[in-house]
């Protein structure tokens, strides 16, 4: 696989993590070169469409790139190369205009290349027959999450020209495009690759617990959706919607993670050290990530939450920056994509200090606005130091890779 297709994705983490650089430098009245609604749309954007979306397909492309004919590589190449084009143009029209027409417009054209890859990535497992069954579930879910999610854009475009921008249906839609990208297609994704890279491994797995997770994690999918969103006022139904949503997400993340028990244990003799404990972080994160959705069902507690921005914003860099994150560089390694080096250590201790102090600001922070205590001392100074701290973490990182990189051109 093009060594090229690993640097877009770190290009993307980097431009990710320098911008929210640039977003921790308002609260000190600098006169920076944008308005702050910019920076933060092509923050986010950048964020789920750039480096998490295009790096979890190079994963895909990096375990089945052998595999591939002629064509395929040749479709595989011009489908990244367009990725890339079309997301680095998508995050400089919303510095120059926030969310507006250029924006929107190449916002709607990565939708497109977004269905281009879901076809691509449905052909190549369709015809691949040494996929375990639990992985196709995992993925072919993921695809559809992934056609649903953008039911979320086109729906605002309806919103904004009947004049509701303002009312609670946009905040609604932008929910349930992220509900979906980040606990559809993002995490079915990753835990189906997860699931080959396993496979290739020759790691144990109980396939029946994780089948039964995948059937009521996804079934599931739609009414966990109502619990991001019970701040609005609503029927009765749609609460016990959202609790039997939530409730079912949280059983089938127990589900998945007892099918994975054993995997770090039995992965011991062929990765690092260093591995495996990220391996175990990532699983715990992923079920604090799921209990922390399931207070959401808690009508106070759910008022509480969406109207503390510290919280939302806590949640959301413990899911993408933390969880997602942690887990594609995870696999970035488990699928022979870069090795471990004399960076790696540095580079991922920066980053999960410069994460969990982070979090723990954000998530204090939301505590002391519940109780009325105002703001934390040096809490603009220290969010602006664990952003720094992140992106210094990913400079290295992307070196590490750059100078110990495992993919070849000659396998290109």
């Given at each position: 696989m093009p060594k090229a297709f690993t640097h877009m994705t770190f290009f993307f983490f980097f431009l990710t993590a320098l911008s929210g650089v640039w977003m921790r430098l308002y609260p000190l009245n600098l006169e920076l070169a944008?308005?702050?609604?910019?920076?933060?749309?092509?923050?986010?954007?950048l964020a789920i469409l750039g480096w998490t979306f295009l790096g979890v397909f190079v994963i895909f492309l990096a375990l089945f790139w052998q595999k591939f004919s002629g064509k395929e590589k040749a479709e595989a190449k011009l489908i990244t190369y367009i990725l890339f084009i079309i997301t680095t143009i998508m995050f400089a029209a919303f510095l120059?205009?926030?969310?507006?027409?250029?924006?929107?417009?190449?916002?709607?054209?990565?939708?497109f290349l977004e269905y281009w890859v879901i076809s691509f990535i449905y052909r190549i497992t369709k015809r691949n027959q040494t996929i375990p069954r639990t992985s196709r579930l995992f993925i072919n879910g993921a695809l559809l999450s992934l056609i649903i999610s953008s039911l979320g854009p086109f729906s605002l475009g309806f919103i904004?020209?009947?004049g509701l921008k303002d009312s609670y249906l946009f905040d609604v839609a932008i929910y349930f495009y992220l509900h979906f990208q980040y606990n559809g297609w993002l995490f079915l994704f990753l835990i189906g690759l997860f699931i080959i890279i396993l496979n290739t491994r020759k790691v144990f797995i109980r396939h029946s617990f994780l089948s039964a997770g995948f059937w009521i994690y996804f079934i599931a999918l739609l009414p966990s959706f109502f619990a991001s969103v019970l701040w609005v006022d609503h029927p009765h139904f749609i609460y016990t919607l959202a609790l039997v949503g939530s409730v079912g997400q949280w059983l089938a993340i127990v589900c998945i993670l007892y099918s994975f028990n054993g995997v770090v244990k039995s992965l011991k003799e062929q990765v690092s050290k260093g591995l495996t404990l990220l391996l175990s972080l990532i699983f715990l994160l992923l079920f604090f990530k799921s209990t922390m959705e399931l207070g959401l069902v808690l009508p106070n507690l759910a008022h509480l939450v969406f109207e503390t921005r510290s919280v939302i914003i806590g949640y959301l860099h413990f899911t993408l920056l933390g969880f997602i994150s942690l887990f594609?560089?995870?696999?970035?390694?488990?699928?022979?994509?870069?090795s471990v080096n004399h960076y790696t250590g540095p580079g991922f201790s920066v980053l999960l200090i410069g994460f969990f102090l982070n979090e723990l600001l954000l998530f204090i922070q939301g505590l002391f606005t519940w109780l009325n205590w105002g703001y934390i001392p040096y809490y603009v100074v220290g969010l602006l130091l664990a952003s720094i701290l992140l992106l210094a973490a990913?400079?290295?990182?992307?070196?590490?890779?750059?100078?110990?990189?495992?993919?070849?051109?000659?396998?290109?």
């Open positions: 944008f308005p702050y609604d910019h920076i933060l749309h092509g923050h986010s954007h120059y205009q926030g969310y507006a027409l250029y924006s929107i417009i190449v916002s709607t054209l990565h939708i904004s020209a009947s594609i560089l995870a696999q970035y390694f488990l699928a022979h994509i870069y990913i400079v290295i990182i992307w070196i590490s890779y750059t100078e110990h990189p495992v993919s070849s051109s000659k396998n290109d």
